[in-house]
């Protein structure tokens, strides 16, 4: 049986390795968006499309906030991690990525998150309007301009994230209604209560790493984990009430007694891990609080979809 050349041999590597190094470079473009935040938000912003718009969705409306949303928010990541390099490289979990680690220069991560918002607030204009987009560029506002510079400086920064991380679920909604009305504002409310646990179980389980960026957390301010405990419980207890006036603010949404037991067991389950970590600040109550969190969100917004098709 006769070899190939060399020559051909040769060229065939080269293009498996450029192949290789343009998917390598686009994971990194990826990665710069904070990808699973993304899809997580997409998703509550489709939930709260839904509640709104009941049985009169436009398919073109929900696509174009969907898309327009996702990629504001991909460009206040890409902007965060800009901003962030730094402090990134000095943290064990965040110094491979491709700012810190190099594979990316910063002027190309500016312009690739500028050109991300000029397409996302376009379709916000073009698709559900002014408002919608007046939402979004706060958000991203409050990501990129309050969030990032917050976390070197005070506390406040998780009040001010977990703001920032609400607002798309309002979005959503705002884009299927047309008004901010007092239903969004209580969905806002759930979602910012609900950050409040899992931000302080990541902040402990990242403490370490926080000292070392310098970054000013509950649990850098107070590392017995004391202070973290008490906000999670404190929100927490929040959450059960507030999740309740999307039901109680309408006649036409959420309506029946499924969705207020439904909702009432998430949030006791959820108190319940928060106090568990309260009581005694450690890997496995932060492990278990964390993944409690995680669990509540999808939970909640399936009985959203259930009880209100």
Not at 31 to 38: D, F, G, Q, S, Y
Not at 108 to 131: C, E, N
Not at 168 to 186: F, K, N, Q, S
Request: hydrophobic share 50%; proline share 5%.
């Amino acid at each position: 049986m006769s070899s190939l050349p060399s020559t051909m041999i040769a060229t065939d590597n080269v293009v498996a390795e450029n192949n290789g190094s343009w998917i390598s470079r686009c994971a990194d473009f990826l990665e710069l968006t904070k990808p699973r935040i993304v899809a997580m938000e997409l998703i509550t912003i489709a939930m709260g499309f839904y509640l709104a718009a009941g049985n009169h969705r436009s398919v073109g409306v929900l696509l174009a906030t969907l898309l327009g949303t996702g990629l504001v928010a991909a460009s206040a990541s890409t902007l965060n991690q800009w901003l962030e390099a730094d402090l990134d490289a000095k943290m064990e979990r965040t110094a491979n990525r491709p700012l810190p680690a190099g594979r990316i220069e910063p002027w190309h991560a500016v312009l690739f998150g500028g050109v991300l918002l000029a397409l996302g607030t376009g379709l916000l204009l073009a698709g559900p309007g002014w408002q919608t987009l007046l939402l979004g560029i706060v958000c991203w506002m409050l990501y990129v301009l309050a969030y990032t510079p917050l976390k070197t400086r005070s506390t406040l920064n998780t009040a001010v994230g977990a703001a920032s991380g609400a607002i798309p679920m309002v979005m959503g909604y705002v884009a299927a209604e047309g008004t901010l009305d007092a239903v969004a504002l209580g969905l806002f409310g759930v979602l910012y209560l609900w950050q409040y646990p899992h931000f302080m179980a990541i902040a402990w389980r990242c403490r370490d790493d926080y000292f070392a960026a310098g970054y000013v957390m509950s649990t850098t301010v107070d590392p017995t984990g004391r202070r973290a405990g008490q906000e999670a419980v404190g929100y927490a207890m929040l959450l059960a009430p507030v999740s309740l006036l999307p039901m109680i603010l309408t006649d036409d949404l959420l309506r029946g007694s499924l969705y207020v037991v439904w909702t009432l067991a998430l949030a006791a389950v959820y108190l319940w891990a928060s106090i568990l970590f309260a009581r005694a600040p450690g890997e496995t109550t932060s492990r278990n609080l964390l993944y409690v969190s995680l669990l509540y969100l999808p939970c909640w917004i399936l009985g959203l979809f259930l009880i209100a098709s």
